[in-house]
């Protein structure tokens, strides 16, 4: 098991590290809030040309048939910046999943060009009540049970066969809608449980690697400011206690990331106990991510709570996706019964 990435892989990182310097500081992000459709104008299309869009579809669809191992430190870049963009839901999830289950489907071409764009929303259980981005996308994929079903939109916003309505979220370029509708044959996907199964540790393996690029940067950006703020005549980094605060958001870091990075592995190469490797990840980022947020805050003190200041944009990112695709908790369990079954 070999866990070195590749030139190929690293070069990418770096390609789109530099892109979202570029294209996606947090002015942007922050200008994304109040957007129509919440997301960063023009950054999709550069996204889509440089191939990260349509990344997990298949040659033949106009992808690049490529794998969860050469997305995940893409999204860890993502995570970085706070991306206002549907790389999850789009990329890491729907697209895959259409290639594995409905591999001529149009929508799988024309979203690999980055020309629609795919919702999805899939909780651990039971059936799709709440939608991120559903109020802009072209096919949204829901679960009912151990079924995926399709709803497919013929334009923006001019929903066939279900209903949406806007819901409230903390993270304001993450546009939140619930669902309303109604399972049938015509719009199902896939009853196969291994796939829905699937479809679910794709998105939280992927909101995983989100979550230690968004520790990764509330850390640095802590390590930055208490090196400045002086205190008494000295930087409130000399502090005991603060240094300590830095050290355990640095650990764990240090302790999920690894464990994302095989998580992806067994994923893309379909291993034993993939699934329940997802779920330790997805704990040990969610942890992280959660971590990082309160002592950064901690370190930064009162202007860490003004809406001015540019740390509140990746605050309420990380507790967003700390709980999106299953929260630690949910994900202990899992990997509770996983070990008691085997």
């Known amino acids: 098991m070999d866990f070195t990435f590749s030139d190929d892989q690293l070069l990418f990182r770096d390609a789109v590290r530099d892109l979202f310097a570029k294209e996606c500081p947090p002015e942007a992000v922050r200008s994304a809030w109040e957007s129509a459709d919440g997301r960063v104008a023009g950054l999709w299309a550069k996204l889509a040309e440089m191939g990260v869009v349509g990344l997990t579809a298949p040659e033949s669809a106009g992808g690049m048939g490529m794998n969860e191992l050469d997305l995940v430190l893409l999204l860890e870049e993502a995570g970085r910046v706070a991306l206002p963009e549907p790389l999850v839901a789009h990329t890491a999830v729907g697209l895959a999943t259409l290639a ?73 370029s993450r546009r939140m809608s619930s669902i309303s509708w109604t399972p049938s044959a015509d719009t199902l996907l896939t009853d196969d449980p291994a796939m829905v199964d699937r479809a679910f540790a794709r998105g939280a393996l992927a909101t995983s690697a989100m979550c230690v690029g968004l520790a990764q940067q509330l850390l640095d950006m802590t390590v930055e400011y208490v090196k400045e703020r002086e205190q008494f005549g000295k930087p409130v980094g000399v502090n005991q206690a603060v240094k300590h605060h830095c050290s355990n958001m640095g650990l764990a870091i240090e302790f999920a990331r690894p464990l994302v990075y095989q998580a992806a592995w067994a994923l893309s190469t379909d291993a034993d106990g993939a699934v329940r490797d997802v779920s330790g990840a997805k704990v040990l980022a969610s942890d992280a991510a959660d971590l990082a947020a309160r002592l950064s805050l901690q370190c930064h003190g009162a202007i860490g709570y003004t809406v001015e200041y540019d ?32």
């Open 100 to 172: 594995d289950v409905a591999p001529d489907h149009p929508l799988l071409a024309s979203g690999a060009a980055g020309e629609t764009v795919l919702a999805v929303g899939i909780p651990p259980s039971g059936i799709t009540k709440m939608v991120l981005g559903a109020e802009a996308a072209d096919g949204i994929i829901v679960r009912s049970g151990s079924e995926l079903h399709l709803l497919e939109v013929e334009s923006p916003n001019e929903a066939a066969s279900f209903e949406l309505s806007a819901a409230t979220s903390m993270d304001e």
């Open 311 to 342: 740390l509140q944009l990746w605050l309420k990112r990380a507790w967003a996706l700390s709980a999106e695709w299953g929260s630690a908790s949910l994900h202990r369990q899992s990997v509770a019964r996983s070990l008691a079954a085997s």
